[in-house]
């Protein structure tokens, strides 16, 4: 299934329904928690649920996928919601784990939610590492690179600033690249990273 719609028209039924009820669920708690920013609650379809979705397309069947940081469930528990596909939400806020595992619950969707910081997260490898305004990529690919699989890559979805964020990553990291342009936002880049590791200089470095 190719997820290229930014609204719910044209989704299968099941998965519009299930996403109207992790929109009306995220709609509830954001009274209490800053889930998403207040003023995006009319426009939470096209910025953040669409926004995620469109990464569906790039987690391959059977794949166990990290979401990092996962905050209100963009993009992990939409992936989730979505595909089915094996992911733990690591989240270090104890009231954002409490929503999204009721989040997961109102959507009839299997995850785990891990609440930990992420350098203190201990998972076993996946093929797939998630994360959405997080962290700038030297961070992620740290964080990352202690749970991917050999053969895994990371999906980050990014602004208008990625191309001095793979300047800066560079620096430390050896990386095959893919920018993919996103579908919901002008400024938006989709990267896929595969064959991380650190630059020698780094490894003496963290050494």
Do not use: Y
């Amino acid at each position: 299934m190719t997820f290229h719609v930014k609204h719910q028209d044209a989704m299968p039924d099941d998965l519009r329904r299930r996403l109207d009820a992790f929109a009306a669920i995220l709609t509830r708690w954001n009274a209490r928690i800053n889930l998403v920013s207040p003023r995006d609650l009319p426009h939470l379809w096209d910025r953040h649920i669409a926004d995620s979705l469109q990464l569906a397309d790039l987690v391959p069947p059977g794949a166990r996928l990290a979401d990092l940081g996962s905050g209100g469930g963009f993009p992990g528990l939409i992936i989730a919601i979505a595909t089915g596909t094996d992911v733990t939400l690591i989240e270090s806020d104890q009231r954002k784990a409490a929503f999204l595992r009721e989040a997961a619950r109102a959507t009839g969707t299997s995850v785990t939610v891990l609440a930990s910081r992420i350098e203190d997260a201990d998972i076993p490898q996946v093929q797939v590492v998630t994360a959405r305004a997080l962290a700038a990529l030297p961070q992620l690919l740290d964080w990352a690179s202690r749970f991917l699989a050999p053969d895994g890559f990371c999906l980050f979805l990014k602004g208008r600033n990625v191309t001095d964020e793979l300047t800066a990553a560079a620096a430390g990291w050896h990386m095959t690249i893919s920018r993919l342009p996103s579908r919901t936002n002008a400024d938006g880049t989709i990267l896929k990273l595969g064959n991380i590791r650190r630059a020698r200089h780094s490894e003496r470095a963290q050494g």
